[in-house]
């Protein structure tokens, strides 16, 4: 199984900052993956292994902010359908006609 953290936390004073990156740094030594900025997940193999992860996380919740746990299936997570667009790029401008002639 898969237990994602979703969160949402302030970033406008530097306490809030260092209260961020303290809780990213703290999924990440457990062993958390960046999915997206605000999204990390890591595997469990079981609900025994989720629950332990899951108190470590509510330990490490900053003062502020929102955060969400979610478990799911591994077969489910594999099921995540991810799209990755094209880079942008500068439009291609049309010639000045003018400059023909």
Do not use: I
Not at 46 to 59: F, I, L
Request: net charge positive.
């Amino acid at each position: 199984m898969e237990l994602v953290v979703f969160f949402d936390l302030p970033t406008r004073t530097k306490e809030d900052r260092k209260n961020y990156a303290k809780f990213r740094k703290a999924l990440l030594e457990d062993g958390f993956a960046m999915l997206q900025f605000s999204v990390y997940a890591r595997f469990c193999p079981n609900d025994e292994v989720a629950s332990r992860h899951k108190r470590y996380v509510r330990d490490a919740l900053p003062p502020r902010g929102f955060v969400r746990m979610l478990t799911v299936t591994t077969r489910q997570f594999e099921k995540m359908e991810n799209y990755v667009g094209p880079r942008p790029t500068v439009p291609e401008q049309e010639p000045d006609v003018a400059t023909f002639y």
